[in-house]
């Protein structure tokens, strides 16, 4: 299991219009979801299951390319039209122009599901000023504008919603990662907090917590740790972008009605034993 390292990383777009899942079919019917990173990944899983459910869906991403491929093959597949955006969560005039397009667009929106992120694997004592400051600002200042973004309109409009945001396991830190586990326990931090200020509004705030799981963008760590990935846990294997799909949906159909606040944690029980060491494993922790 552990030295499991295959050509290309994740679900394939036929696996995603396949898989079983345990939700009807017109769970979310009428429902409208915006996903940031939609374009690959758990992101996509999440796309493909969402439309499959009956939502309607707009995505983002840098790159419009994948928004593209993302969009015909969910068309193809499935026969159900997807919206997308080519925009930086990075930057708050796209942030606004995304929100603004998706609330006029859909007539309103039900669902804000924040998982665009990512980091670059380093020891912490190593970071530059400008690597330190690209993750804190993708992963914490791009998650809180699209957060604040989405519930101001909905106050304005007199409407509530539903807000998850992917974050990762780091209740025992992240090895090679402080950059990204600082930011996301931000964002775990932020959405403790605005649970509570943005309860009188009826919009309700999640997160769910991945281990480790296989998609495209572990292409980008190296292989002496990625080999690794299916060692982390006590499971003793990796998660899919499903797994984590299947998550957000739970909190955000009725199942999740009386759910706020909530880090619902997918990672085969990593939180208890494994430690990722995305750069590889240093010689003083090697037995
Ligand atoms: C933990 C394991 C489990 C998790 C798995 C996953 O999350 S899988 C999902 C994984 N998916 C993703 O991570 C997807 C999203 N991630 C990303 O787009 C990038 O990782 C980003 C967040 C750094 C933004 O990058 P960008 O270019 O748009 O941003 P920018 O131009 O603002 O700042 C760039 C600066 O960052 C620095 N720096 C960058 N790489 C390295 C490195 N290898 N080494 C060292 N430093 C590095 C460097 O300082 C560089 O500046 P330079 O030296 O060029 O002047
Ligand atoms: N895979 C794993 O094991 C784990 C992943 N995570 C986190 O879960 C989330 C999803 O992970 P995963 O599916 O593996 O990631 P991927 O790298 O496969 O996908 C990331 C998605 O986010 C988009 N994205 C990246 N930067 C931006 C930006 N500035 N603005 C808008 N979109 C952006 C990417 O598109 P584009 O590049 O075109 O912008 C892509 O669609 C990420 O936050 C990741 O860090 C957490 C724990 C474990």
Redesign the pocket.
Known sequence: MSDKHPAKW?LTPQEMATLPTVFSPDLLSGQRFLV?????????AMVFLLARLGAKVMI????EE??ARTKSEVKELLGADISYRA????DTDQVDALLDATFEEFGGLDTLVN?????FPQDAIDFTRKGWAAVID??LN?TWWMMQGAAQRWRDRGEGGHIVS????VERGMPQAAH?CAA?AGVIYLTRTVATEWAPLGIRVNCV??????????S?YPPEATRR?GNVNPMRR?GS?WD?AEGVVYLSAPSGNFITGEILTIDGGMRMWGTVWPAGVPEHFQV
């Open positions: 994740g940031t990173g939609g374009s690959q990944g758990m992101g996509k983002c991403g840098r790159t994948k928004l925009m930086s969560i990075r998982n665009a992120g990512g980091q993708l992963n791009g992917n974050v990762a396991h990204t996301r917590a991945p281990g480790a799981i296989a998609t495209e963008g572990l980008q990935l990796m972008g984590v």
